[in-house]
Nanobody, 123 residues
Framework: QVQLVESGGGLVQAGGSLRLSCEAS???????MGWFRQAPGKEREFVGA???????TYYGDSVKGRFTISKETENIMYLQMNNLKPEDTAVYYC??????????????????WGQGTQVTVSS
């Protein structure tokens, strides 16, 4: 079992930046770690993911060029969010999966989830 805890959410003005953190209880079994977000009334959306052992990253089209995933330690992942827009407002979730060869954009492929952290971008 893997526990994931997000932190770093908050309120920011459009054009600003935030950095989210995800701390995992352990990652030795995880093949991918990722970030998803969910706005009220919308489906959970893929933000990005990292093939954990290699550091290869993948991003959703809506955040490409603005958001960056990085690995701080073997158990800590960051999501650096720049040039934030009001449409980035959502609860952001950290996720992990031990399954290889998956579609990284599909939330159903991730069995481990954090509790989420709210990001609100004001216009």
């Amino acid at each position: 079992q893997v526990q994931l805890v997000e932190s770093g959410g908050g309120l920011v003005q459009a054009g600003g930046s935030l950095r989210l953190s995800c701390e995992a209880s352990n990652t030795f079994s995880l093949y991918y770690m990722g970030w998803f977000r969910q706005a009220p009334g919308k489906e959970r959306e893929f933000v990005g993911a990292m093939r954990w052992s290699l550091g290869v990253t993948y991003y959703g089209d809506s955040v490409k060029g603005r958001f960056t995933i990085s690995k701080e330690t073997e158990n800590i992942m960051y999501l650096q969010m720049n040039n934030l827009k009001p449409e980035d407002t959502a609860v952001y979730y950290c996720a992990g999966t031990p399954i290889w060869g998956i579609e990284v954009i599909s939330a159903t492929n991730y069995p481990y989830w954090g509790q989420g952290t709210q990001v609100t971008v004001s216009s």
